[in-house]
């Protein structure tokens, strides 16, 4: 069956880095667009980061220059390098493959100011 499984979530101080991971199996992993998405405490889930098959990236405009995305189709993984957090960035991350109803279990990520 489908799994997208997260990981590397945790407490982080302001100004510190995570990275994030999300393995894939049971799917086209390489032909798929992958996202990042955020749910903050007490708000709506929120596109973070895209990553198209080809490579292209998207990014919303709070993280750009901080976060960046990338995949390793070898792997069946996405990441999402998280440099500069801010308390703001708290929230559930959870990654997405496009075009399909397949999510992760998210993974919490809790930036002490």
């Known amino acids: 069956q489908v799994q997208l499984v997260e990981s590397g979530g945790g407490l982080v101080q302001a100004g510190g880095s995570l990275r994030l991971s999300c393995a894939a199996s049971?799917?086209?992993?390489?032909?798929?667009?992958m996202g990042w998405y955020r749910q903050p405490p007490g708000k709506q889930r929120e596109l973070v980061a895209n990553i198209s098959r080809g490579g292209t990236t998207v990014y919303v405009d709070s993280v750009k220059g901080r976060f960046t995305i990338s995949r390793d189709n070898a792997k069946n993984t996405v990441y999402l390098q998280m440099n500069n957090l801010k308390s703001e960035d708290t929230a559930v991350y959870y990654c997405h493959s496009g075009g399909t109803e397949y999510w992760g279990q998210g993974t919490q990520v809790t930036v002490s100011s």
């Open positions: 049971g799917i086209q992993f390489r032909l798929l667009h």
